[in-house]
């Protein structure tokens, strides 16, 4: 645990310092010696319950869930103390990409027992980062020192693309139905409604359009089959923005198809994973798209695979 003297502790200390100066060449000594007295009693009970106040306070990450990149994401801390502990802030620091960042998790005014927390973690850009430490401070009870006590940590946290309503190879967007790409639409049309902002041009009906005077699309069924659906992701690319949107699109490819629980198979250069009744946990899969790196346009292209859905990016 470090100890250190806040700005109000440095001005105490500016002040003691003078009436250490008065005690000596006044005449009032008995006076400026109370006062003395009591500043330094003052200081070091202060100093004595900012270091007991944490001693026993325990902090632990019990879930860092995956999250899109620039969205924020609940952390699950677990933190227990047997005894009573006053104004204390916990910060995590989050080592990757050769950098160390700090962030505020959440502020404890009083803790006695266990209990657990849901705290957000601000927004970070895709890649994998690590909790390596859990930063405990505090300043109470008179605000003269904070003591700073550093709990170790080895968390995982994952940040893939932030999903995108649609793109298609050019990185146009498009629209979806059903919670899937354009290419995962049932063929089954349900009825007509009215056209909502968002709707794929090529489902407007034409002829009831026409009839009505207003755009009229075409409603489908929402298909809750078992055909595998299939994302392949060409990671030739030389420019970095279509390469950042091509995984964008998968990604929300493969969360629509996890929320509609269909089978989903990932492919591209080097990768190939499959999530399926068997293999539920997506998190092999965003991990690989929270890593993955753009290739040379002159690399070889994803090996190809007979299917009969497929999403492309």
Known sequence: MRVRPTELGFKGTLLLAGLLVAFLAASYSNLFFLIIAFCVVLGA??????????????????AAPAAGAGSERTLALSVASDRAVFDCTIHAELEGDGETARFELAHLPHLRGDRRLD??????????????????????????????????????????PGPVTGCDRT????????????????????????????????????????????PVVKERERETGGR????LVDRRCSEPELFETR????????????????????????????LDGNRPDPRDLLRWLATVSALPPDAAPPAAAPRTEAAHA
Request: aromatic share 6%.
């Open 119 to 160: 705290v957000g973690l601000g927004p970070q850009s895709r890649g994998i980062r690590r909790i390596v430490a859990l930063r405990c401070s505090s300043r109470f009870p008179f605000g003269l020192f904070v003591a700073t006590r550093v709990l170790p940590a080895d968390v995982e946290v994952v940040t893939y």
């Open 171 to 214: 990185g146009r967007s498009r629209g979806t139905v059903g919670g899937l790409g354009e290419t995962c639409r049932s063929p089954a049309v349900a009825g007509l409604r009215p056209f909502r902002t968002g709707d794929s041009p090529g489902d407007v009906h034409w002829k009831a359009t026409a009839r009505r005077g207003e």
């Open 45 to 62: 009970c202060g100093l004595w319950w900012t270091l007991r106040n944490q001693r026993r306070l325990s902090v632990e990450v019990v």
């Open 228 to 231: 595998v659906i299939e994302i």
């Open 247 to 274: 995984l964008s699109q998968a990604t929300a490819t493969l969360l629509a198809a996890i929320e509609n629980e269909r089978p989903v198979q990932l492919r591209s250069q080097g990768f190939e994973a499959a």
